[in-house]
């Protein structure tokens, strides 16, 4: 297959493990918090998160004995194990184990997808094509709560949706059979974490996107678990309605990161719209505890500001890391990729700790503080064009 057609294969896999993923991760909280308390959840999310990181320590090992295309096929085919079952367990406590391998295998995706994308790029392309695939990623991010709201109306019958999620990721294990059959893997990196992260960091350039990037997940962590329940739970909000307001909220990822990917490349460099999204995000996010009403429209566009900024640093960090990085750097990889995974063990054992003192609106507007740190970061990073 020629590149540019294995390119857009990989675009088409990234929907579908994409949508995969999305379809499930708004409810996540809600399920787990069925079992276990809200604090509960966030620990949960921790040691998920903990063991994802281990994994990703062994990722690069792992693609030099298979390669990226047999790696990719292992973890989708467990995947559609592990969410088969959790339809089946719903409600019990199995589901936590399993919420600990999802987590763990979805991680583990992303890092693959990775590599077919750098594959394929460029220092002049590096930008639209990570910004068609986030965006791509972002149509079933922004379809995913519409389905959610369409299967659980003003119920709670959660197995629907892992059902859903299920079947989304079927079309993945036939394009990884039967599209990547030539792919030719880079020389990979071999990876000691140790000394991998120690030259991350001494590459001033990435050492500051990675913050800025931590800042970043750390903000989605904060939001897939916490968001949902107070919407829900705490303004009294059905699930039909959430959905619109998650569908609208996130529109700016489907919108958006492609044109700044290419503009990115094209035009201008990412520290200025870097700096814009951050203060957006910070700003909007600060902003959302003293929201009261349970207004469908108050609260999609109040959300709606928050993915608008987050939606620019998403574009502008991914673009500007790998810019910086060359495809067999797999380790560096790896690496970028256990930023996400720590942030959400970090953001939730934080917030289960601020729990104990504080009411959960008041987590958003610590939120947007954490944000804004990012901001002097970003004023001085050196821009790539």
Request: charge should be positive; include cysteine; glycine fraction near 6%.
């Amino acid at each position: 297959m020629r590149p540019r057609h294995l390119l857009h294969v990989t675009y088409l896999l990234n929907f579908f493990i994409a949508l995969h993923t999305f379809s499930v991760v708004y409810v996540n909280s809600s399920v787990l918090e069925n079992i276990v308390s809200a604090r509960g959840v966030g620990i949960i999310y921790a040691l998920a998160s903990l063991a994802a990181i281990v994994a990703l320590i062994y990722t690069p090992r792992l693609l030099r004995d298979v390669g990226d295309v047999r790696a990719s096929l292992i973890f989708v085919c467990a995947e559609v194990i592990v969410a088969g079952l959790f339809v089946i367990t719903l409600n019990t406590w199995f589901i936590i184990p399993l919420f600990v391998l999802q987590t763990i295998i979805t991680r583990l995706l992303w890092v693959d997808l990775d590599i077919f994308l750098e594959t394929a790029s460029t220092q002049n392309t590096t930008g639209s094509i990570r910004g068609i695939a986030l965006t791509v990623a972002s149509v079933a991010l922004v379809l995913s709560p519409l389905v959610v709201g369409f299967l659980l109306g003003s119920g709670t019958e959660y197995g629907r949706v892992y059902l859903f999620s299920l079947c989304a990721l079927l079309p993945a294990v036939v394009l990884l059979t039967l599209s990547f059959k030539h792919f030719k893997d880079p020389r990979y990196t071999h990876f000691h974490f140790r000394n991998t992260v120690k030259r991350l960091f001494a590459r001033l350039a990435l050492r500051r996107i990675v913050y800025i990037d931590f800042t970043l997940r750390f903000f989605y962590a904060w939001m897939v678990i916490y968001m949902p329940l107070y919407l829900h739970i705490y303004q009294g909000i059905a699930w039909g309605k959430i959905g619109i307001i998650f569908t609208v909220m996130l529109i700016p990822f489907a919108v958006l990161e492609w044109p700044l990917g290419r503009l990115a490349d094209k035009r201008f460099g990412e520290k200025e719209m870097l700096v814009g999204g951050l203060c957006v995000t910070a700003l909007a996010t600060a902003v959302l505890p003293f929201i009261t009403t349970p207004s469908v429209v108050v609260w999609a566009l109040a959300l709606l500001a928050t993915r608008i900024g987050a939606s620019t640093i998403e574009v502008m960090s991914e673009t500007y890391f790998f810019k910086h990085i060359q495809p067999k750097e797999a380790d560096f990889d790896s690496a970028f990729r256990m930023v996400e995974p720590t942030a959400y063990v970090i953001a939730p054992l934080f917030s289960s700790l601020l729990l104990l003192f504080l009411p959960l609106p008041l987590l958003f507007l610590i939120l947007g503080g954490i944000v804004a740190t990012a901001v002097p970061v970003a004023l001085s990073l050196v821009d790539t064009e």
